[in-house]
């Protein structure tokens, strides 16, 4: 579930069932608290993680915001909910859960870095095309990798089926079978996509990192942490 951000005019007069006359007078009279300083403009955004009092009631409490770095396994749905297999958010134990979110889904049998979150504009900056944060993956393959694969990662590849061209991407050659790739973007099967275009199996895929931020290695396959506050204000 994503939880929208709203007017506080219009959260107001429907929070409160006020005339918007009535809710421009209130805000004049600094009758009105958004997390505990008074407020007049009439358009600031309101979220449920804020506070908001009128005349000394609480309307909103403000929900906690929640961030969370799951190490996720293989053979593992990047989905809230699945009929069949177990999912990401069944390894998470926390209250609310119901309100998280995946910021970036990898495929059923792709480990690493998982982001979850409550905070809807936390997890856009994330992952919204224009971004262009770097998401870098271990990759393995099923043959040797064709050292042109580097070239043309680079260059960008069409996809005939979205009709795009991938952005460039560094491809770093560690072994014959292994390399670590840097993608700024997130299409559907990208990586496994690329490769296939060399006629390559990415038989093991594993995300390191989104930007700034790297999945924590003392976290085992399944276990999670909520971010550190540092974390949370890098994106
Ligand atoms: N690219 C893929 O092919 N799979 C993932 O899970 C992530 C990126």
């Not at 009092?53 to 909103?60: A, K, N, S, V, W």
């Not at 480990?111 to 809807?120: A, C, E, Q």
């Not at 990208?190 to 930007?211: C, D, I, P, W, Y």
Request: a neutral charge; proline letters at 4%; hydrophobic letters at 40%.
């Amino acid at each position: 579930m994503r939880l929208q951000p709203d007017r506080l005019d219009r959260y107001l007069a429907n929070r409160a069932r006020l005339s918007r006359q009535d809710v421009r007078r209130l805000l004049a009279e600094d009758r009105v608290l958004v997390n505990g300083e008074t407020s007049r403009i009439v358009d600031l955004e309101v979220r449920v993680f804020d506070r908001i009092e009128l005349d000394g009631e609480m309307l909103q409490a403000g929900k906690a915001a929640r961030y969370l770095m799951l190490h996720k396994p293989a053979g593992c749905a990047s989905a809230t909910q699945d009929a069949t297999h177990r999912t990401v958010l069944d390894l998470i134990d926390e209250p609310d859960k119901q309100d998280l979110h995946i910021a970036g889904r990898l495929d059923f049998n792709t480990t690493g870095l998982m982001l979850l979150t409550n905070d809807g504009q936390w997890s856009r900056r994330l992952t919204q095309p224009t971004s262009l944060l770097g998401k870098v993956y271990l990759v393995e393959t099923e043959d040797e990798i064709d050292p042109a694969c580097v070239d043309a990662f680079a260059q960008g590849m069409y996809f005939r089926f979205e009709n795009l061209t991938t952005l460039p991407a560094e491809l770093v050659l560690l072994n014959p079978r292994r390399a670590r790739l840097t993608l700024h973007e997130g299409r559907y099967h990208q990586v496994k996509r690329m490769f296939g275009r060399f006629n390559n199996k990415v038989t093991a895929l594993h995300r390191e990192s989104m930007g700034p931020l790297t999945l924590d290695l003392a976290l085992e396959p399944g276990r999670y942490r909520s971010l550190t506050e540092q974390e949370i204000a890098q994106i």
